[in-house]
């Protein structure tokens, strides 16, 4: 599996030198997430990274091991930073419906304000060594099971299927939305617009979690 960044954890001030070098990670990571969200881990090299933060290709292999290296380290830190909010979100209260409101809009939190991250996520999970995308899945399946027990809570006869269907659906509506607003602006948008853009979603999302279906999944509509 791809470790963490160094951090200093005996509790001492970090160094100018440490600082730097924690904030050039931090660059290169994030730069990675967006051309690889962008253009697709395939059509990005080292150099393309590089050259978006002010350093040379080679000069990246001073924090990761490749290219490779550096997809593995931004999805176990997608995958992680998803499962300790929900792992929050659990701790701190009792009641599904306040978990799953707060789950939904912590979700879209996430995804309106790293669209990029998300796509990769979703896309360059094969591109992975087979450690980290075991781990990856395995916080993942983590993450689901946050939601699952609440959702089981607030519809008790649900099945597996039909529970399955409702949160990779709220998955898709907030993941797929997120991305391809950021497209249609043609630019990130402000911050007013993520803001109304969330509050929208998390409507959606909480109306495909809480809706009623008829017995036997029957359609309700008049013939």
């Known amino acids: 599996m791809s470790s963490a960044a160094s951090v200093n954890t005996g509790g001492q001030p970090k160094t100018r030198r ?40 080679q000069a990246i292999y001073r924090h990761f091991k490749g290219k490779q290296d550096m997809l593995g380290r931004l999805l176990l830190d ?11 979100i659990r701790a701190d209260s009792s009641d599904a419906q306040e978990q799953i409101h707060r ?41 689901i099971d946050i939601w699952s027990a609440a959702l089981r809570k607030l519809h008790p006869q649900i099945s597996p299927v039909e529970l399955r269907t409702r949160i990779h659906g709220v998955f898709g509506l907030i993941n797929s939305t997120a991305h391809s607003m950021k497209h249609s602006y043609q630019r990130a948008p402000s911050a007013a617009e993520v803001a109304e853009s969330h509050s929208t979603l998390t409507a959606m999302a909480w109306a ?5 279906l008829p017995a036997g999944g029957a359609s309700t509509e008049s013939h």
Do not use: N, W
């Not at 253009?39 to 002010?54: F, K, N, P, Q, R």
């Not at 495909?208 to 009623?212: E, G, L, M, T």
């Open 18 to 57: 440490q600082s730097e070098k924690e904030q050039r990670y931090r660059e290169l990571l994030g730069t990675a997430a967006r051309l690889f969200g962008t253009h697709g881990y395939a059509s990005v090299a080292l150099d393309d990274i590089g050259h978006e933060v002010g350093v040379s290709g």
């Open 78 to 88: 997608v995958s992680a930073r998803l499962l300790e909010g929900g792992q929050h």
């Open 103 to 143: 789950l939904i809009a912590f979700h879209a939190d996430f995804a309106l304000r790293s669209p990029e991250i998300i796509r990769v996520q979703e896309q360059e999970m094969p591109q992975l060594l087979e450690a980290d995308r075991e781990a990856v899945r395995r916080m993942q399946r983590k993450y």
């Open 208 to 212: 495909a979690i809480a809706c009623k």
